[in-house]
């Protein structure tokens, strides 16, 4: 079963346009990470953010973990053509049991339209 | 340094066969963990092995295996195959560390099986 839910399921927007996803899960966790496939192909990592972390950039990408209500978003701003994909939060819960275990929510498709 | 790479990219089989497919973790990397990706139930987690130990599994019948070898090179093989086990397999590989707090998961491009 998927732990993660994300919201929204598919996003369009315009070129330039800021673009926000959300992502919530159900159990503890030790980290957060956001991927993002195109067309199928093998996830690439974007960005890992631990549970006592509020908020980490990277280049054009903002995360927040609010581990209160167990949500998460992936902000990109200035989008571009090249960053229509599918996104990807993973979570991997507290406990040897989940040991190399990445929990998927079901992704947000993302077109950004030139 | 080399990224995950996993062989073959796609294959065809037919309903009963079995299927062995294989993936090299980035070059210091001993955990790997393996995926399935369809369109119905998206990415779940099958299996995950460390210094040749399979550390834990998910919920997929027996007949999902694997296995790792001294290099941490690491393959999976699906026996009897069905209609349904059609997916992209992905297996991805972390620090040296193990994962045991969680790191990062690096992606092969991953293996697309289509069971006719």
């Known amino acids: 079963s998927q732990q993660g839910e994300e919201d929204p399921q598919a996003l369009s927007i315009q070129e330039g346009e800021n673009a926000t996803m959300n992502c919530s899960y159900k159990?503890?966790?030790?980290?957060l990470q956001w991927y993002r496939q195109n067309s199928g192909r093998g996830l690439v990592h974007l960005i890992l953010?631990?549970?006592?972390?509020r908020e980490k950039h990277s280049g054009r990408l903002r995360v927040t973990l609010d581990t209160s209500k167990k949500s998460s978003s992936l902000l990109i701003t200035a989008s571009r053509a090249a960053d229509t994909a599918s996104y990807f939060c993973?979570?991997?819960?507290?406990?040897?049991?989940?040991?190399?275990?990445?929990?998927f929510g079901q992704g947000t498709t993302l077109q950004v339209k030139p | 340094k080399a990224g995950v790479t996993q062989t073959p990219r796609y294959l065809i089989k037919t309903r009963g066969q079995q299927v062995t497919l294989s993936c090299s973790p980035i070059?210091?990397?001993?955990?790997v963990s393996w995926y399935q990706q369809t369109p119905g139930q998206g990415l779940q987690f099958l299996f995950e092995?460390?210094?040749?130990?399979?550390?834990n599994k998910g919920n997929f019948p027996g007949r999902f295996s694997g296995r790792q070898f001294s290099n941490s090179r690491s393959e999976m093989n699906v026996s009897t195959l069905e209609l349904g086990d059609s997916a992209l397999y992905l297996c991805?590989?972390?620090?040296?560390?193990?994962?045991?707090?969680?790191?990062?998961?690096?992606f092969g491009p991953g293996t697309r099986l289509l069971v006719l």
């Open positions: 953010i631990r549970s006592n972390e």
């Open positions: 070059s210091g990397h001993r955990s």
């Open positions: 993973a979570t991997d819960a507290v406990g040897s049991s989940n040991t190399g275990k990445l929990i």
């Open positions: 991805a590989s972390s620090s040296p560390s193990g994962g045991a707090r969680g790191e990062t998961q690096y």
């Open positions: 159990t503890s966790i030790n980290n």
């Open positions: 092995y460390f210094s040749e130990t399979q550390r």
